[in-house]
């Protein structure tokens, strides 16, 4: 989409601004008015005549179709409504199509009844004036308006029109209101549609962007969206990357969405989670609802964040991971590099290894950057342990406490062990910054955790 | 407020399981509690308070049932609007433009903006008045209660400003005291609520549109749908949610009734004249005392507050919904600049117009008065439209029979609105 000032490539910051377009005003408008001359405004188009070769008004444009991949979408055909019937049309019966008419190639051709097809979006009826994700901005928009153009022999979708001139043009009577008028306009390929919520055939691919956002993007874009839209882009989406998207939303929104879910869905979005947002996650649920979602998860996911789940959520226990790697003082260094390789599920940020007694009681905290490399893999770990001792918690310190040890250990992570001095958990730093920001976030003395629920 | 579960065990112990489960549904209850009762009770807003006392100081108890109706009215659409955004996650402007067209969308929303202006002015306006019967210049009250509201607003995030408001909602308890110390002949109230009888003149139709008008304000309609899909409630929720609207509904009307019947009592036998609620508190005190008089006004004020701090909200909803903007009380300026300008537009408009000397608002306000009963067609009939659109609304759709219940409302309405055409031009 090469128009007027807004349509460069968007960068991949999270509000795109306008680029500066040093033309001046008078040659600025004509190059607006030559691309919007090359450009058919899709809502422009609703109920136009569409014509025969000789001229003769068959019917009048109800819809135009594409087929949504990557990239612009291609116009498949139209929706013509011929007297009180919706009658189907092949784009390759059109001769042509501008902002006044619809031509046709002959005088005779199949009109067919409409059926929808996988991967097909009516314009009219499904895109324009519906919610859409714009990938590249990473914001959801409302399509004022759609463009079609020509590139190569194919009538091709390449642009949607967000801005509030075009949706306000769009109430004007008669030609004002189907003139192209782009002003803020999106690529179309880098935009992900929506299927037909309530209807079999649906989009089912997400754009490949989608996939490489950044999680934090991703969950507030699905904040923005409405419930159908967010959970055809849930299900959209790979468990893994939904895990990611769903560990940074907050908590009334993750509350929503989990609870929307299936029950077997939300189980297993809950448990690809990191064990304390997962146990965060499950605490917003009323008790019933809970209970369900922990039946239906694998006994080992269970029994660990039912064990989280009986601390108090403002503690050590309430904040810490249970995935933890530990190894008895007997092991040796290869054993410990197998355990870590061992790992079923991605724990990305913990390096550490947790050596215990033969009694479970802590022993030492090792780092394997630190402690493992470059060591004979024979060596016993009860043979690397010694001071600096680690620095841990109980499970019901305070954040005040856990930030305060933390500081004096200037470690990345606190262990959190019982009254037996057994580790139980890992509180990571990343962890305690949420803490500290969602405690600095508080608006009002009452409110114990802000942006959630109290 | 809090969700439940803070911190017991999965697996605890069930015995005492009933008065868990009690315990839990209370708790579910309180955590979905808000949009039904804030939308309903910022319906009794100065101008609802007005038209009121005017229905008792005009007619006695005998059109109470007027209100019974805007009540089951109130009831019937909160319900709807709450469960559209529950089911769909989406505002009604944003609805309307993808369901009904660019044009239905910004039309009916361009109108609700501008009768929103006009309503905030109007609760300015009672402030100003209200402040006044406790001898504070407009000059104070008003500069005040707009910087209270937009700090409460801008400060408060979601939560806090949920909590003010169903707090500031307290004082419509005022409206019953000053209810019961007029001391009304109760039989005449029962006999008026059910009984209904209806005046054919031009006032009568010009009272009973503005009941029905003021009590089912578009404003909340809007609102309460932009609330419960910023409150993220999951349709799982919807039964307790509509306890809770039909809860609201049901104490706007009672409100409602206590103002009336305390002009009922002590203003119509006097056949004393009012022109709006600042009146009737001043007139109140002759008659059932001071303290009758003080609670009236006290509550004017605190009602006027409470809908001044939902106006410029719900206006700045519907704007960035049918906009396609980011909106939401926890999303920060910078996130959502057209949420926030929309929010402060509204707010000093409506000071402005009150504080600005030489402007009559009678006209502003009667103009307003009009808007909101003409919007409230259209904005009643895409309502119930989307209701019934299974596409949207899923597997929650309204049946045949629901949809016509709702259609008899918009008739009741329309046929109001042509009589009072019909009346005006004659």
């Known amino acids: 989409m090469r128009s007027g000032s807004d349509s460069a490539p968007v960068p991949r910051n999270r509000r795109p601004r306008r680029p500066n377009v040093h033309l001046p005003a008078s040659r600025l408008l004509a190059v607006r008015r030559e691309v919007a001359g090359a450009l058919v405004s899709v809502a422009g188009l609703a109920t136009s005549p569409v014509r025969d070769l000789d001229g003769n008004e068959v019917g009048r444009l109800d819809d135009v179709v594409v087929r949504w991949d990557s990239g612009y979408s291609p116009v498949t055909g139209l929706i013509v409504r011929v007297g009180q019937r919706r009658t189907w049309l092949h784009v390759a019966d059109v001769a042509r199509i501008d902002q006044r008419e619809v031509r046709l190639t002959s005088t005779r051709f199949d009109l067919k009844d409409v059926t929808r097809r996988e991967g097909e979006l009516q314009l009219l009826g499904d895109v324009i004036d519906h919610q859409l994700v714009d990938v590249h901005g990473v914001r959801v928009v409302r399509a004022s308006d759609l463009y079609l153009t020509r590139v190569g022999d194919r009538l091709r979708l390449v642009g949607v029109d967000v801005s509030l001139v075009s949706l306000m043009r769009r109430i004007m009577p008669g030609h004002w209101g189907r003139r192209p008028s782009p002003r803020h306009v999106l690529d179309w390929s880098g935009i992900q549609p929506f299927g037909v919520p309530g209807e079999s055939v649906k989009l089912r691919r997400s754009h490949d962007a989608l996939r490489r956002m950044r999680p934090a993007d991703l969950a507030d874009l699905l904040e923005d969206l409405g419930r159908a839209e967010r959970r055809e882009l849930l299900d959209s989406l790979e468990p893994d990357t939904a895990a990611d998207a769903l560990e940074e939303m907050s908590a009334a929104e993750l509350n929503d969405l989990l609870r929307d879910a299936p029950v077997t869905r939300a189980a297993y979005l809950i448990a690809s989670m990191e064990a304390d947002e997962a146990v965060e996650a499950l605490r917003e649920m009323p008790r019933d609802e809970r209970h369900d979602v922990l039946r239906a998860m694998d006994a080992d996911r269970r029994v660990e964040l039912g064990a989280l789940l009986a601390y108090d959520e403002e503690t050590a226990g309430g904040f810490m991971t249970s995935e933890l790697v530990r190894l008895n003082d007997e092991c040796t260094v290869q054993d410990a590099i197998d355990a870590l390789n061992a790992r079923t599920r991605n724990v990305e940020e913990t390096s550490g290894i947790v050596v215990v007694d033969a009694d479970g009681r802590l022993v030492d905290d090792g780092d394997v950057v630190d402690q493992l490399l470059g060591v004979a893999a024979e060596t016993r770990l009860k043979e690397l342990v010694g001071p600096p001792w680690p620095v841990t918690v109980p499970p019901h310190a305070d954040l005040a406490a856990i930030v305060e040890s933390m500081t004096d250990n200037r470690g990345s992570s606190v262990l959190v062990v019982d009254d037996e001095n057994r580790p139980v958990g890992r509180i990571l730093a990343d962890d305690v910054v949420d803490a500290l920001v969602r405690a600095g976030d508080r608006r009002w003395p009452w409110q114990r955790r802000a942006g959630g629920t109290a | 407020m809090t969700a439940p579960g803070t911190g017991a065990p999965v697996a605890a112990p069930t015995t005492g399981k009933a008065r868990s489960r009690r315990r839990s549904m209370f708790l579910a209850m309180a955590a979905v509690a808000g949009p039904?009762?804030?939308?309903?009770?910022?319906?009794?807003?100065?101008?609802?308070?007005?038209?009121?006392?005017?229905?008792?100081?005009?007619?006695?108890?005998?059109?109470?049932?007027?209100?019974?109706?805007?009540?089951?009215?109130?009831?019937?659409?909160?319900?709807?609007?709450?469960?559209?955004?529950?089911?769909?996650?989406?505002?009604?402007?944003?609805?309307?433009?993808?369901?009904?067209?660019?044009?239905?969308?910004?039309?009916?929303?361009?109108?609700?903006?501008?009768?929103?202006?006009?309503?905030?002015?109007?609760?300015?306006?009672?402030?100003?008045?209200?402040?006044?019967?406790?001898?504070?210049?407009?000059?104070?009250?008003?500069?005040?209660?707009?910087?209270?509201?937009?700090?409460?607003?801008?400060?408060?995030?979601?939560?806090?400003?949920?909590?003010?408001?169903?707090?500031?909602?307290?004082?419509?308890?005022?409206?019953?005291?000053?209810?019961?110390?007029?001391?009304?002949?109760?039989?005449?109230?029962?006999?008026?609520?059910?009984?209904?009888?209806?005046?054919?003149?031009?006032?009568?139709?010009?009272?009973?549109?503005?009941?029905?008008?003021?009590?089912?304000?578009?404003?909340?309609?809007?609102?309460?749908?932009?609330?419960?899909?910023?409150?993220?409630?999951?349709?799982?929720?919807?039964?307790?949610?509509?306890?809770?609207?039909?809860?609201?509904?049901?104490?706007?009307?009672?409100?409602?009734?206590?103002?009336?019947?305390?002009?009922?009592?002590?203003?119509?036998?006097?056949?004393?004249?009012?022109?709006?609620?600042?009146?009737?508190?001043?007139?109140?005190?002759?008659?059932?005392?001071?303290?009758?008089?003080?609670?009236?006004?006290?509550?004017?004020?605190?009602?006027?507050?409470?809908?001044?701090?939902?106006?410029?909200?719900?206006?700045?909803?519907?704007?960035?919904?049918?906009?396609?903007?980011?909106?939401?009380?926890?999303?920060?300026?910078?996130?959502?600049?057209?949420?926030?300008?929309?929010?402060?537009?509204?707010?000093?408009?409506?000071?402005?117009?009150?504080?600005?000397?030489?402007?009559?608002?009678?006209?502003?306000?009667?103009?307003?008065?009009?808007?909101?009963?003409?919007?409230?067609?259209?904005?009643?009939?895409?309502?119930?439209?989307?209701?019934?659109?299974?596409?949207?609304?899923?597997?929650?759709?309204?049946?045949?029979?629901?949809?016509?219940?709702?259609?008899?409302?918009?008739?009741?309405?329309?046929?109001?609105?042509?009589?009072?055409?019909?009346?005006?031009?004659?």
């Open chain 2, 36 to 426: 039904g009762l804030i939308a309903g009770l910022s319906d009794d807003d100065p101008a609802g308070i007005t038209t009121y006392s005017l229905l008792g100081a005009q007619y006695g108890y005998r059109m109470l049932w007027v209100l019974g109706v805007s009540t089951v009215a109130l009831i019937l659409f909160q319900d709807l609007g709450a469960r559209i955004g529950v089911v769909t996650g989406q505002g009604l402007a944003g609805l309307i433009r993808q369901r009904y067209g660019a044009r239905a969308g910004v039309l009916s929303i361009g109108a609700l903006v501008l009768a929103n202006v006009g309503t905030t002015t109007a609760e300015f306006a009672g402030i100003a008045a209200g402040g006044e019967i406790f001898h504070i210049s407009r000059y104070i009250s008003v500069p005040v209660a707009a910087f209270l509201v937009s700090a409460l607003v801008l400060r408060g995030g979601f939560r806090g400003v949920e909590r003010v408001l169903l707090a500031l909602s307290a004082v419509f308890i005022a409206y019953i005291a000053a209810g019961i110390l007029a001391r009304p002949d109760w039989g005449a109230a029962a006999h008026g609520l059910f009984v209904p009888t209806m005046p054919t003149t031009r006032d009568a139709i010009i009272i009973t549109t503005a009941t029905l008008g003021t009590t089912l304000a578009p404003w909340g309609l809007a609102f309460i749908q932009s609330y419960a899909v910023d409150k993220r409630l999951t349709p799982r929720e919807l039964p307790f949610l509509r306890i809770d609207v039909v809860t609201g509904a049901i104490l706007t009307g009672v409100i409602g009734f206590f103002v009336v019947i305390a002009c009922a009592a002590t203003l119509n036998p006097r056949g004393l004249q009012i022109n709006d609620a600042a009146d009737a508190a001043v007139a109140l005190e002759p008659l059932a005392g001071r303290l009758a008089a003080t609670l009236f006004a006290g509550g004017l004020i605190g009602a006027a507050l409470l809908a001044a701090s939902i106006l410029p909200l719900s206006t700045a909803y519907a704007v960035c919904d049918i906009a396609g903007r980011p909106a939401g009380l926890d999303d920060a300026p910078r996130e959502a600049p057209l949420f926030y300008r929309t929010f402060a537009f509204v707010t000093l408009t409506g000071v402005v117009l009150v504080l600005l000397p030489g402007v009559s608002l009678v006209p502003v306000l009667v103009g307003t008065q009009v808007l909101n009963a003409v919007l409230l067609l259209p904005l009643l009939v895409f309502m119930s439209g989307i209701s019934r659109d299974r596409r949207l609304m899923g597997k929650y759709a309204a049946r045949p029979a629901v949809a016509a219940v709702y259609l008899v409302v918009v008739a009741l309405i329309c046929v109001c609105i042509l009589a009072l055409g019909y009346f005006s031009l004659t």
